[in-house]
């Protein structure tokens, strides 16, 4: 009886040992597949979540990028928006300079055109009563000179430039001696002639066969014929003029210098 239990007891426990054991295994099956499931959907949160921290990283360094950018480019403008208000603040200066001397320019151009204007009355009445050579050639002048006043085209700065430029030229005329031919009335007829100018000194003439020779007498505003002795001293002087001989003592009438009262 006690032989029969046994052995039919040992294929129970077996049936109750595979039953505990199999049942543990589906009570343990369950919780890890919870766990495993939820491992991978930390996962799968935790690579999302890297992805967003990865996105908003890349997105604080545009912005940073972009900050910065925009940093450099208003310091740039500040700078040269400073640059154009000082420039402007020269700008201004300048233009109030500007119109100081205009202002000026216009007050002296009032000034200079009635003095530019007595100069050239006193050039010609200067030349009037000046040695009679050249008198086409600075008569000429002169007349440019009155025509140039009026032209609304010539600046007044050269106006002024030429009347200065008259003046020199004038001055240049009793400094220097000079040989010029040209027609003078002689007895009543036209003929050819050499001219000798000694600066502002004395004027003489000669005919081109070196026959005649005279000088003008600025007493009595006329042409006065020259004794013969002075011919050979004029044809020296014309040469002399000429550069066709060396500089050398001329024997030739001049008038005598005035006594200033």
Request: aromatic content about 8%; proline content about 5%; overall charge negative.
């Amino acid at each position: 009886m006690k032989l029969c239990w046994t052995i039919r007891a040992k294929p129970l426990i077996g049936i109750v040992v595979f039953w505990l054991g199999y049942s543990a295994a589906v009570w343990c099956a369950g919780p890890l597949e919870e766990v495993i499931g939820a491992s991978v959907r930390q996962n799968r949160d935790g690579a999302s979540s890297q992805q967003t921290i990865d996105r908003l990283d890349d997105e604080t360094r545009r912005m940073l990028q972009e900050f910065r950018q925009n940093s450099r480019q208003a310091e740039a403008l500040k700078k040269y928006n400073d640059y154009l208000v000082r420039m402007i603040e020269s700008q201004q200066k300048e233009k109030k300079s500007i119109e100081k001397q205009l202002n000026e320019i216009e007050v002296t151009q009032r000034e200079m055109v009635p003095l530019m204007l007595s100069m050239l009355e006193s050039l010609e009445q200067f030349v009037a009563y000046d040695l009679p050579f050249l008198p086409e050639e600075r008569s000429e002048r002169i007349s440019d000179l009155q025509a140039a006043m009026v032209r609304a085209d010539v600046t007044s700065a050269e106006k002024f430039r030429r009347v200065l430029e008259a003046y020199q030229v004038e001055g240049d005329y009793g400094r220097t001696i000079e040989a010029y031919r040209a027609n003078l009335s002689i007895d009543g007829v036209e003929r050819p002639v050499d001219f000798l100018r000694l600066g502002r000194i004395a004027l003489f003439y000669q005919t081109l066969d070196g026959s005649q020779s005279g000088m003008f007498n600025q007493e009595s505003s006329s042409w006065e014929e020259l004794p013969g002795e002075y011919d050979l001293p004029v044809r020296d002087g014309l040469r002399v003029a000429r550069k066709e001989a060396a500089p050398n003592l001329l024997a030739l009438p001049v008038p005598a210098p005035e006594e200033v009262q």
